[in-house]
């Protein structure tokens, strides 16, 4: 335990010295409110730039403050995943070519507490970057659309969190096998395919990880579903990533200590 903590801070003073930790909540934070506030600003930027009618922008229809939340975690699930696997596309690849894994590893740093502390430093920056940026959406909405269940909100929040923690673990087991773009690449194909089957044939694909931002969306929207599968597969596959990620590190000729 004491390895796994001075480990995990490591990890967080390289991502200070990184500025990880800031432009990446910032990047979220920006993503957040920048919906509401479109979609409040709409009708205006509209009428200025003059290719609507003025009677056809009065009658936009204007969207409910649940309808600008899902918009707001489908624009997370995008971009700011697209963020998350380039932040974390050389988290354990960068430091095995470099050497710096080797040197570590070498002094009695089991590959399981390298691999946990890498995990739970992306996990640290990940519960930072999505809270600040989930806040500030929400607040914008409330301010500007109007207000929003707190229950919905918590819960949808937590469902896309989790889908953010399983796409940071299979970056995680892709970086240790391997280099960054490669890594990167595929975690991307990967989670696209979940979300793609998802959205196809969503009764065949009840289990998936994707099925979480469906979910989500469905609570806004008032729709009675079913996580526990979802819920269940994801927190597995997040622990399968893990130990594999330990299991690859080992394989790797990286002398493990007891």
């Given at each position: ?198 959205s196809l044939v969503p009764s065949w694909f009840s289990w ?51």
């Open positions: 335990m004491k390895m796994t903590w001075l480990m995990y801070r490591k990890e967080m003073l390289e991502m200070v010295r990184s500025y990880k930790l800031l432009w990446i909540p910032v990047v979220f934070l920006l993503l957040g409110v920048m919906q509401p506030i479109v979609y409040f600003y709409l009708p205006n930027i509209l009428a200025a730039s003059g290719d609507l009618s003025a009677e056809l922008v009065q009658n936009l229809p204007v969207p409910l403050p649940s309808e600008v939340m899902v918009n707001t975690l489908s624009q997370f699930s995008t971009i700011g995943l697209l963020v998350l696997v380039i932040a974390g596309m050389n988290i354990v690849s960068g430091e095995r070519y470099s050497g710096t894994a080797a040197l570590v590893l070498v002094r009695s740093v089991p590959s399981q507490y390298f691999i946990i502390s890498k995990w739970l430093g992306q996990l640290t920056l990940l519960v930072i970057s999505f809270t600040l940026g989930y806040s500030g959406a929400w607040y914008y909405t409330v301010q500007l659309m109007g207000p929003v269940h707190w229950q919905d909100g918590l819960a949808a929040g937590a469902l896309y969190l989790l889908w953010f923690a399983f796409a940071q673990s299979l970056i995680l087991l892709f970086s240790t096998l391997l280099r960054g773009s490669a890594a990167a690449v595929i975690s991307l194909l990967i989670m696209a395919a979940l979300s793609l089957s998802n998936s990880p994707a099925r979480l931002l469906s979910d989500a969306a469905a609570i806004f929207a008032g729709i009675d579903f079913s996580a526990v599968a979802a819920l269940i597969v994801t927190t597995l596959g997040c622990l399968l990533c893990l130990a594999a990620s330990t299991v690859l590190l080992r394989g790797q000729g990286i002398p493990d200590q007891p």
